[in-house]
């Protein structure tokens, strides 16, 4: 996978060995109650840990702007993406898409069927995720051109904190990675399974990352 680092125009060259989407994250126990009663509402039955770790296959990552899905009744969710490429640390944006019907039945097999869409561009973070500040980052995402979530991360957990937590629970063997940091609550509370999927970053210094791809039949 080949990125861009939007500060220095330099290529980063990612080779991911692992890919871990990071769940429940909320920095406030009350919204992440609140998230898991949104899924509860929709079938889904409530996790084992919070916040919860889903090792996937990197090879679900693209940077593509098409997204082969296989169910009829996928969504996807706007997440700061922490990638580490080459021991470097850098900040991306991208989505969670996962299957809704199959995520009431088992929530990673779910998080599997679907891929995972990043956006090209990167900001470096030379002190890694453990000196990162990403409480003024705003995100936010649309459907089919409809508002979808928007917010500061400074209601996930802090980047430190999550990456320690990530290597508490599945351990680090080094190597290329991405982690996916979380999600916002949906602005009415309700999954929509749209076509058009469009994601926007924006840290304090005004860098914007942004990704907009597009659910495509696989079985077509």
Do not use: N
């Not at 919070?50 to 593509?64: G, I, S």
Request: charge should be negative; charged fraction near 25%.
């Amino acid at each position: 996978m080949r990125l861009r680092d939007i500060e220095t125009g330099t290529e980063v060259v990612v080779a991911p060995r692992r890919l871990v989407v990071a769940g429940y994250t909320g920095r406030d126990e009350a919204v992440v109650r609140a998230h898991i009663d949104e899924l509860a509402a929709a079938g889904i039955a409530p996790p084992p840990t919070v916040p919860t770790f889903y090792e996937l296959d990197p090879a679900l990552l693209t940077t593509a702007p098409d997204a082969p899905v296989a169910g009829s009744y996928t969504s996807g969710e706007v997440e700061p993406v922490l990638i580490r490429a080459g021991g470097r640390w850098y900040l991306g944006v991208g989505s969670d898409h996962t299957d809704r019907d199959l995520e009431r039945l088992d929530i990673a097999k779910a998080k599997a069927a679907c891929p995972k869409p990043v956006g090209g561009e990167v900001v470096a973070l030379p002190g890694g995720p453990g000196t990162l500040d990403w409480d003024g980052v705003q995100v936010t995402s649309e459907v089919d051109g409809r508002p979808y979530q928007s917010g500061e991360l400074r209601a996930l957990r802090r980047p430190g904190d999550l990456w320690r937590r990530t290597v508490e629970v599945t351990g680090d063997s080094g190597g290329d990675l991405a982690l996916f940091g979380g999600t916002l609550p949906l602005l009415d509370g309700h999954f929509v399974a749209g076509r058009t999927w469009s994601l926007r970053l924006v840290t304090p210094d005004g860098h914007t990352l942004a990704h907009t791809y597009q659910t495509s039949d696989r079985s077509a």
